[in-house]
């Protein structure tokens, strides 16, 4: 491929040390000419959004994640004072932690922070530790499940350390009634409990005002409580007080974070489509799956730091894209599924399938120039470690390409709060870009509700199935005829209540003829 290619289809922030890279994905310049009513329609989409129209429609609530970083973009004074309030209470807050102002009942200061929440409300926390570490004395575990064995495991370590009495939780919830959440707060103040301590006094919440979880930190008596708005959403909260609270108890400088997301949204707020990074990567994934998801991305940052990375773009991206409609009410069954873990070590992995198997995917590569500060020694005769992890981000580029497989690439120079502001902000916007090029509620999500009212269905169907257990043996069909239910689902709560010692099972012939009793 000519180099002039190479740059015409380069993006360049050069006071950001960022690009994108285009050429590898193969847009004929006839498609932006084809896109131009939906680009129209996506900046001012866009600005609408950032203005504060209602852009959830389904739910009649305002998108403003973009506010968290430049407050003065807030559509009224209230919000601003939510957005800027909190940042001086949680500095604050972070400032008496950190020297003891506020300390464990035992004495002492606190050295380990418990972060209990799931989804967005612990993988943003998770990704920035996994990315930065922590510059200052506070080692992180991470509740984001409702795995016994998890959390177990997560105690032990705890217990192997400091111990709980010099660890403070942070409780994420924006409602309060994530059942995970709660699952894990209740097993934390259990164990605090059976330690000797009083959770509260360990334990801080970031939740909505009067939600079941604001309710219970009042009551308990918990050390303070940071308000978590409506207007945030889950997967786009890693910047509000769901990871900026952890950021400053961690030591991290978060406000670089909010500076590196606020100096990309800025650039990429241009309405010159051929300089918008965020635009022209949603272009890209529409042009590659032909508007309707047709193929995964692939994605592949070289850097141990970002290995987390992935996972929070399949959140990030697949919650908001993944719709049975669209704003309209058609079936349209969008998204785009993400999947990819870390450059050069899952090149042993699945690089062989990308190359060679089948053709359903492209690739998103994320290059951290820099290796690492220090001089690096020779592992041969004229190469680095670094000059390796370059080797095989080039050589894997170009061996899909030369099989007709598309990539985009992404550099920064390392791997900062600055630049990790950056790349956060740079996906959210193209998700809010790619949405409106297919005409989507990217804000709600109906699945995931859909999900969690199963669940609490089978959890109904669980205790009836309880209460019809005696010492006499009976079959699932049985247990399912007194309650008038379904076999399969009363057969498999019937096995789960045996491997957790609840009933004794008595495996026949077929699963229809097992037996269970008390």
Request: hydrophobic share 40%; charged share 20%.
């Amino acid at each position: 491929m000519a180099f002039d290619t190479y740059a015409k289809d380069l993006i360049r922030y050069s006071e950001l040390g960022f690009s994108l890279d285009l050429s590898r994905m193969d847009i004929p310049p006839s498609f932006h000419e084809e896109m131009a009513p939906k680009i129209e329609k996506a900046f001012a989409n866009l600005k609408a959004l950032e203005a504060g129209e209602i852009a959830n429609p389904d739910e009649g609530r305002m998108v403003g994640h973009y506010w968290l970083r430049n407050a003065d973009l807030a559509p009224n004074a209230e919000i601003k004072a939510q957005i800027t309030e909190p940042l001086a209470q949680l500095k604050q807050f972070a400032r008496d932690v950190s020297t003891g102002a506020i300390s464990p009942p035992a004495g002492g200061v606190f050295e380990n922070l418990l972060i209990i929440g799931i989804g967005g409300s612990a993988l943003g926390p998770q990704l920035v530790y996994q990315a930065l570490g922590t510059p200052g004395t506070m080692t992180t575990y991470f509740f984001d499940n409702t795995d016994p064995a998890g959390i177990d495991r997560d105690l032990a370590e705890i217990a192997a350390g400091s111990g709980l009495s010099k660890t403070l939780a942070v409780v994420i919830s924006k409602s309060g009634g994530t059942p995970e959440t709660r699952n894990g707060m209740l097993e934390a103040k259990s164990a605090y409990e059976k330690a000797g301590l009083d959770f509260a006094q360990h334990a801080v919440a970031v939740t909505g005002e009067g939600s079941k979880l604001f309710r219970f930190a009042k009551d308990e008596g918990f050390l303070t409580i940071f308000p978590m708005e409506d207007w945030v959403g889950g997967r786009t909260s890693v910047l509000s007080t769901v990871g900026l609270v952890p950021m400053a108890l961690q030591g991290v400088d978060f406000e670089s974070m909010l500076e590196g997301a606020r100096l990309m949204d800025e650039k990429t707020r241009t309405t010159d489509a051929l300089q918008n990074a965020a635009l022209q990567m949603a272009l890209a994934w529409y042009h590659e799956g032909n508007g309707k998801g047709e193929k995964d991305m692939v994605t592949l940052p070289y850097k141990d730091s970002l290995v987390l990375f992935s996972k929070y773009l399949q959140q990030l991206i697949m919650e908001s894209l993944g719709k049975a409609e669209d704003l309209d009410g058609n079936t349209v069954n969008q998204g785009l599924a993400v999947y990819g873990n870390k450059g050069s070590t899952d090149q042993h992995a699945y690089v062989q399938q990308l190359r060679d198997g089948l053709h359903n995917f492209f690739a998103c590569f994320i290059e951290v120039r820099q290796g690492r500060q220090e001089q690096s020694i020779l592992v041969d005769d004229a190469n680095t470690c670094t000059d390796y992890l370059q080797g095989f981000l080039r050589g894997t580029r170009e061996a899909l390409y030369e099989n007709g497989r598309h990539s985009m690439t992404i550099s920064i120079k390392n791997v900062t709060a600055h630049t990790l502001g950056q790349l956060i902000a740079l996906f959210e916007r193209a998700v809010t870009f790619y949405a409106s090029l297919v005409n989507i509620n990217a804000y709600h999500q109906p699945g995931v509700e859909a999900g969690k009212a199963a669940a609490a269905t089978f959890l109904d169907l669980l205790n009836q199935v309880r209460g019809q257990l005696t010492a006499d043996k009976k079959t699932a069909l049985e247990v399912a005829a007194e309650i008038k239910a379904d076999a399969e689902a009363v057969y498999h709560s019937l096995v789960h209540l045996a491997n957790n010692g609840e009933v004794t099972l008595t495996e026949e012939a077929t699963p229809a003829e097992d037996t269970f009793h008390l």
